[in-house]
């Protein structure tokens, strides 16, 4: 745990440099003083957060206070610029990342409103993947909750560096120093706290920058300021001084008298490298603490790197296709993108013509000449690249390193109720998965049913009903099904398979061995001597081996948990090759699996349900009905790991229960055995 105000030590984290990102080929820097100014004057970053912290609050203020927007959007409204889709607006979620772009004190702001509940966490990943940095928002009453924690930890995997920002002040049991130790004790992070509020839940009014040690008060949406600080913020700005000190060698030499440019210095430094993160405070909603987040962001937060007379290298993270045509959003982290240009594809060779440039500002676009090293913009006429694709330059392509794309966790059947509607489904499907990599499709071989997999049954219900509003299908969804594994519990040694095959040509012939036991994951060995198999032959049946995972024997499920060991084998000198010891391996494991022991996983959950004290027992007895296993509970709140097939349909349940009061959040928690 990391107690608060003292400074534990920081998370190990480099540099986030986009060479890491880049194992490509490189050109010598030339780049001139302007352009590289220009670069330097970009900020690519994320807002982050738990579902109803007021992500999308706060993006919409800030496209007002920079000038981007003219009017005050509202989530309850349905009039944000960036939750534009009909089911964000009538569900008042955040569904799809959205981008936006507005300037502030000379700088460029490119900004991706992600999504907060946990079902649509993919979306969080590929932007983060193409962002420099974010704004981590937190609910001034709840601090961190799990989906902040989720999208917290999705930040540390990309190396992002991230800022806090406490919104909701203003409500009522907010506070500000009980989110800071929530940030500090469940994200193991170093807090700075630069900001401290003036006034508290209903007066909250403003806040003092311990920075730049000024008051600054909102009334009737202008901002005041001042340079007077009340005593305790000047406490607050010694102990910041002295938790900085400790951290950052600069500051140590001027402790007792860190100049404010120092200290600003010194934050960005640790922002960067990951080994605190810089707290400040506010209420989006009531339009209070926007500015001097702006102006954090401009300080704190990196610029890209990257250079515009470079050879082109930029990186597809998503993919929308309306009646307009298709859009391909772009990530651009060297190089120079001009109308008409020809890009290749680098993972499949394929060439593609740039037909138009985009400045995305959510829903509406504006045409542009050229995109440059650190831009986030959309194209047209990009017929065929993926998410996750590199467009490069023709002559010399790089590949980057691709979003990681989450595994589906549940599944619904999908059936057309015409005829004719059920032509044009698979086609409907496959666009549908193009824009969202986490969702997948397949034909199940024994019912023939059309089976659509996401992560989680909202998903699934957004994208039935996505694709219904965009195609006009007539299409019904069946009951969602979770994707269960099988895993060995006992396991055998010595199989021995011998595969043999004689069909008037050449001939097959492999023989193997196969120990199998319980492990991590898949794993593979071989303690073969003598040279008994040939090493690339080995290598083919680790390749038949993992093949043979697809199924289970339990009921055709994906097998995981097992280590399987070669131990001995034979060849035959003219029959035996790579492709007969594959299937070796494919079918020898199959028959493996068939004599172990074995045992069935099912996903969980981590559900937190908050409930009225009086209804808490209904709440707990519900959970035990579902197989839920309590890990926590207090006054209002109780945290169970329950079982993914007991949750369909809970919210309704939970409302019941509850008299309409309860609420629930959950996240995966990995598999555990089936009952």
Same mark, same amino acid.
Do not use: C, P, Q
């Given at each position: 745990m990391c107690p608060v105000p003292a400074a534990p030590p920081g998370l190990d984290v480099p540099d986030r440099l986009s060479v890491s990102r880049r194992p490509g080929r490189r050109t010598s820097p030339d780049r %001139? +003083? %302007? /352009?590289? @100014? *220009? =670069?330097? @004057?970009? @900020?690519?970053? !994320? =807002?982050? +957060?738990?579902?109803? +912290? !007021? /992500? *999308? $609050?706060? $993006?919409? @203020? =800030?496209?007002?206070? *920079? !000038?981007a927007t003219h009017k005050r959007g509202e989530v309850h409204d349905g009039t944000t610029v960036t939750d534009f889709d009909p089911q964000e607006r009538d569900r008042g979620i955040t569904i799809f990342a959205a981008a936006v772009s507005c300037d502030w004190a000379g700088h460029r702001l490119n900004l991706i409103d992600t999504p907060g509940h946990v079902d649509f966490s993919d979306e969080v990943e590929r932007s983060l993947r193409v962002l420099d940095g974010a704004v981590a928002v937190f609910d001034g009453v709840a601090g961190v909750e799990p989906q902040s924690e989720a999208v917290w930890r999705a930040a540390d995997r990309y190396r992002v560096p991230r800022i806090a920002f406490v919104n909701k002040l203003d409500r009522a049991g907010a506070s500000l120093s009980r989110a800071v130790r929530s940030i500090a004790e469940r994200l193991d992070v170093v807090p700075l706290v630069v900001q401290l509020p003036l006034g508290a839940e209903g007066s909250f009014r403003g806040v003092v920058d311990l920075v730049g040690r000024r008051t600054l008060t909102w009334a009737d949406g202008s901002l005041s300021e001042t340079s007077e600080i009340p005593a305790e913020a000047r406490a607050a700005r010694q102990r910041l001084e002295e938790q900085v000190a400790a951290l950052h060698p600069d500051a140590l030499d001027e402790l007792g008298d860190i100049s404010d440019t120092t200290l600003r210095k010194a934050l960005r430094d640790l922002t960067l490298k990951g080994e605190a993160v810089v707290v400040l405070c506010g209420s989006a909603y009531r339009n209070k603490g926007v500015e001097p987040l702006l102006d954090a962001i401009v300080d704190y937060l990196p610029a890209p790197a990257g250079d515009p007379a470079a050879d082109l290298a930029a990186l597809v993270f998503k993919v929308h296709t309306a009646k307009t045509g298709r859009l391909t959003y772009l990530r651009v982290y060297d190089g120079t993108i001009t109308k008409g240009d020809t890009v290749r594809d680098a993972g499949t060779g394929r060439t593609e013509r740039i037909a138009r440039i985009l400045r995305v500002q959510a829903d509406r676009h504006t045409e542009i000449g050229r995109a440059v090293a650190g831009d986030i913009v959309a194209v047209a006429g990009v017929k065929a690249a993926q998410v996750g694709a590199t467009l490069a330059d023709p002559r010399h392509p790089v590949l980057l390193e691709a979003p990681r794309s989450a595994e589906p966790l549940v599944s619904v059947a999908i059936e057309a109720r015409t005829r004719q509607d059920a032509l044009r489904l698979p086609a409907a499907l496959a666009a549908l998965t193009e824009e969202d990599p986490s969702l997948t499709v397949r034909v199940d071989a024994e019912t023939a049913q059309t089976l659509l997999s996401g992560l989680g049954e909202l998903h699934l219900e957004v994208a039935v009903e996505k694709l219904r509003q965009r195609t006009g299908l007539a299409v019904t969804m069946g009951r969602p099904q979770v994707a269960y594994r099988e895993t060995v519990r006992r396991g055998v040694t010595g199989l021995l398979h011998r595969h043999v095959k004689q069909d008037g040509g050449a001939g097959q012939f492999a023989h193997v061995v196969l120990d199998v036991s319980p492990g991590e994951g898949f794993t593979f060995a071989s303690t073969v001597t003598g040279g008994r198999v040939p090493a690339e032959y080995i290598r083919a049946v680790e390749a038949g081996c993992r093949e043979a995972l697809a199924e289970g024997p339990l009921g055709g499920h994906p097998v995981t948990g097992l280590r399987v060991t070669l131990t001995d084998g034979q060849t035959h000198p003219k029959d035996s090759s790579e492709m007969a010891f594959r299937a070796a391996g494919r079918f020898g494991l199959r028959e493996a699996l068939r004599a172990c022991e074995m045992r069935l996983l099912e996903p969980v959950a981590e559900v937190t349900v908050s409930a009225p004290a009086e209804t808490l027992g209904a709440v707990l007895g519900d959970l035990a009905a579902r197989r839920g296993q309590v890990v926590d509970s207090g006054v209002r709140t109780v945290t169970a790991v329950v079982p993914l097939a007991e949750l369909f349909g809970y919210a309704t349940k939970l409302l019941s229960r509850t008299h309409g009061r309860g609420t629930f959040t959950s996240r995966p928690a990995g598999y555990r055995p089936a009952a």
């Open positions: %001139s +003083a %302007s /352009k590289e @100014r *220009t =670069i330097m @004057r970009v @900020r690519n970053l !994320g =807002i982050l +957060a738990h579902v109803d +912290a !007021g /992500k *999308t $609050t706060l $993006t919409e @203020r =800030i496209l007002y206070v *920079t !000038g």
